[in-house]
C-alpha cells in the first residue's frame, strides 16, 4: 500500500522547535523528490519546502528560509522538516507529498501559541 504518515505537530511557544517526520511505504522512496505542504485555516495549501530524492538539493518558500530544513534519510523511507524560531502564523496543517506519484499524506497539526 502506498502511503505517507505525518507525524511529530503538536502545540509549541513561539520562538520554539518542532521536527516533522513523513514515513513513505509502498514505494521506491529513494527514487522521487519530496515535499511538505501546510494549510492554514481559512488560507489555500502552500509549498514550504522541497528535497531531490538524493538530498542533495533543497528549496523553501521564501517566508521559511532561514527557520525550517527539510532533510530526509533514505535508509529510513522518511523525509524530515526541522521547524525553528516558530511563529503564531506557522500554525497549519503541514502534509507530506510526492507529487511525481501524487500521493498525500493526512497531515499533522501544528499551533504555534502562547
Known amino acids: 500500500q502506498v502511503q505517507l504518515v505525518e507525524s511529530g505537530g503538536g502545540l509549541v511557544q513561539p520562538g520554539g522547535s518542532l521536527r516533522l517526520s513523513c514515513a513513505a511505504s509502498?514505494?521506491?522512496?529513494?527514487?522521487?523528490?519530496m515535499r511538505w505542504y501546510r494549510q492554514a485555516p481559512g488560507k489555500e495549501r502552500e509549498l514550504v519546502a522541497a528535497?531531490?530524492?538524493?538530498?542533495?538539493?533543497?528549496n523553501y518558500a521564501d517566508s521559511m528560509k532561514g527557520r525550517f530544513t527539510i532533510s530526509r534519510d533514505n535508509a529510513k523511507n522518511t523525509v524530515y522538516l526541522q521547524m525553528n524560531s516558530l511563529k503564531p502564523e506557522d500554525t497549519a496543517v503541514y502534509y507530506c507529498n510526492c507529487n511525481t506519484i501524487n500521493i498525500w499524506g493526512k497531515g499533522t497539526l501544528v499551533t504555534v501559541s502562547s
Open positions: 509502498g514505494f521506491t522512496f529513494s527514487s522521487y523528490a
Open positions: 528535497i531531490s530524492n538524493t538530498g542533495t538539493s533543497t
